[in-house]
């Protein structure tokens, strides 16, 4: 197993464009998160799911945002009309919650320069 | 006030010295405290986590949970070169566990020089 994977690494996109990002998680994970971190400060939550359903969202993921994962397997967060302040790193992570001691592995990160 | 405060450094040391890295928190019903590091234009990695008050060491690096100050801390001895990362605390939702989502600090940015 080669960890989270995240695709892709880096987008650069101009303002108003849609860009989607996708992440495969370690295979026997149930639980996918997606984070946002810009320069200087830590990963903040955007959302994440157990399985296919979307359990939670932040109050930072606006509604251009969207995130989905049909199968319960890989996942896209898509955003729409791009602003330059969506300019981040976008990290996926995934976690197996149905053990005690189990804890969140996170992928490379996608890049995205909105200009 | 956040959940979670952490100094953002930058931290130069020389080679060899002792690090401590600290984080304070808010709410007194975290029970996981975890630290990860993260190399730049990388993924943040897991370096360790404890759980409720104490210490837990892992080679050169020592955990530290004060409850009562609501205070923790993460130790490196024998600082190397390859130390050089920006190291996040981070908080899981309490009765939650470790696989839960996490709330970071800032990170603190260490430089360690030859």
């Known amino acids: 197993d080669t960890g989270v994977s995240q695709n892709p690494r880096h987008k650069i996109t101009k303002r108003g464009q849609n860009v989607t990002f996708r992440c495969d998680p370690i295979s026997e994970h149930n639980r996918l998160y997606w984070y946002r971190q810009t320069l200087g400060q830590g990963p903040e939550f955007l959302t994440y799911f157990q399985n296919e359903a979307q359990l939670e969202k932040s109050r930072l993921l606006s509604d251009r945002f969207s995130a989905e994962r049909p199968k319960g397997s890989f996942s896209t967060l898509e955003i729409q009309r791009t602003e330059q302040g969506d300019s981040a790193m976008y990290l996926c992570?995934?976690?197996?919650?149905?053990?005690?001691?189990?804890?969140?592995?996170f992928g490379e990160g996608s890049w995205l320069t909105v200009v | 006030q956040k959940e979670v405060e952490q100094d953002p450094g930058p931290l130069s040391v020389p080679e060899g010295a002792i690090v401590s890295l600290n984080c304070t928190y808010s709410n007194s019903a975290f029970q996981y405290f975890m630290w990860y590091r993260q190399y730049s234009r990388k993924g943040p990695e897991l370096l360790m986590y404890?759980?409720?008050?104490g210490n837990k060491e892992d080679g050169r690096f020592t955990a530290q949970v004060d409850k009562s100050s609501k205070y923790i801390s993460l130790f490196i001895r024998d600082s190397q070169p390859s130390d050089s990362a920006t190291y996040l605390c981070a908080v899981p939702p309490p009765f939650t566990g470790t696989a839960s989502k996490l709330t970071f600090g800032t990170g603190t940015r260490l430089q360690v020089t030859l």
């Open positions: 992570a995934s976690s197996w919650a149905g053990a005690s001691g189990n804890t969140i592995y």
């Open positions: 404890t759980y409720s008050s």
